[in-house]
């Protein structure tokens, strides 16, 4: 929590702590940070990484609970689906094959591309037969994946996920970081924005003083379309849309 904690600092001080009176809790800040953090999380790309993890399958188990973080799951591998030679042996790689005919002569092996292309069609084969990528349904509310195919055997397969970065990563995100932090100012001008606005003057002496509720609304709403925009605009380090074609 170290760099939130920064970064409400940061906020209070922005906002003239230290010097006049902010009529705003810890819980508004957190408030601020946490509503920042979930906009930038549906918005943004770069919120979002690629990830494998492992998941131990139980005999006749068909449902897993996988971590919050887990946002989607796109396949699951097993670790195995059969070798080259028949029931045991050790696979063979279709690089090192390649390289040894191309370059070394060793002509006793299939090489070149076409190697490649060959063992990877047989793998495919492979693992149409035995069943090498396992079909399931993912909840993403509950985080719960079911299998749709009995388990006979104890295992351990791979999960092809898409997972959420932490707050702590997305804190010190060179790209990340000054997109949230300017988000999270502008949410917590517009909570004392509406706690000032509840008042239009303080009363003292030669007519009392007058708050600023409204300019803080106008610098707040326009520091959030201007980071909307940004967005638009991949300014926050997530990855373009490329070219498209048709």
């Not at 953090?37 to 609970?65: H, M, P």
Request: proline letters at 2%.
């Amino acid at each position: 929590m170290a760099k939130r904690d920064e970064l409400i600092k940061e906020i209070e001080l922005r906002l003239g702590g230290q010097m006049v009176d902010v009529e705003l809790d810890p819980e508004h800040y957190d408030l601020s940070i946490r509503k920042a953090l979930e906009k930038y999380r549906q918005r943004s790309e770069n919120a979002v990484e690629e990830s494998f993890i492992t998941l131990d399958l139980v005999i006749d188990v068909a449902d897993y609970t996988l971590p919050d973080e887990v946002i989607d799951v796109y396949t699951i591998y097993r670790r195995a689906s059969g070798t080259l030679n028949g029931s045991g042996g050790a696979d063979m790689e279709p690089f090192e094959a390649a390289y040894l005919n191309n370059y070394l002569l060793h002509g006793g092996r299939a090489g070149g591309l076409a190697t490649f292309d060959a063992l990877s069609q047989h793998r495919e084969t492979l693992g149409r037969i035995f069943g090498k990528e396992l079909l399931f349904t993912w909840n993403t509310v509950s985080k719960k994946i079911t299998i749709h195919r009995r388990t006979k055997a104890a295992d351990t397969v791979y999960l092809h996920t898409y997972k959420q970065r932490s707050e702590e990563e997305l804190l010190s995100d060179t790209y990340a970081m000054p997109w949230i932090k300017e988000l999270s100012l502008a949410y917590s001008k517009l909570m004392l924005a509406e706690a000032r606005g509840k008042f239009n003057t303080i009363a003292g002496p030669q007519g009392g003083t007058s708050l600023n509720a409204d300019a803080l609304r106008s610098d707040a709403q326009m520091a959030i379309d201007k980071l909307d925009d940004e967005l638009k605009t991949y300014t926050d380090g997530q990855a373009g849309l490329g070219i498209i074609i048709g």
